[in-house]
């Protein structure tokens, strides 16, 4: 009993960890990439450049665990699917505009995935981003990779 109690408590600690993650919180969205990055590298084999152009950019909280969130999916399913060996990931803010993109070099989708309501991992990532008045675009070459941008607007946030 007090296994399976140890169990479910790790169990509820981690949906919670994941559904707002607290290295956002406590780092910020850059440093969070940074790590979240790093730590991807070593369970996954494949190179992971990362590119941040936004070391001072001022996101909200929502707007941050957001874009660590399309991150992780993103790199989840590459790690999952696309049987890449590279993947980009780069942060830029411009014009009032944050712009998180991942690209990979594996096999791509076929053209009806990239819009498809099943698949569930992009259905969320466009939803995150449209929530937050953004929008989110996945381009695939079959054989050439995907590229998954996310482009959300800088609220104003509270100093």
Known sequence: MDALIDTATDDVRRVASELRPPLVDDIGIVEAIKTYAADFCRRVPLRLTVR????????????????????????????????????GVALACMNGVVQLEVRDDGRGLPPEQERSR??????????????????????????????????????????
């Open 118 to 159: 099943r698949a569930l991992g992009i259905v969320g990532m466009r939803d995150r981003a449209r929530f937050l008045g953004g929008d989110l675009t996945v381009s695939s070459v079959p054989g050439r990779g995907t590229t998954v941008t996310a482009h959300i607007p800088i609220a104003e946030v509270a100093g």
């Open 52 to 87: 941040l152009d936004g070391e001072a950019v001022a996101v909200s909280e929502d707007q941050a665990i957001a874009l660590f969130r399309i991150l992780q999916e993103a790199l989840t399913n590459v790690a999952r699917h696309a049987g890449a060996s590279h993947v």
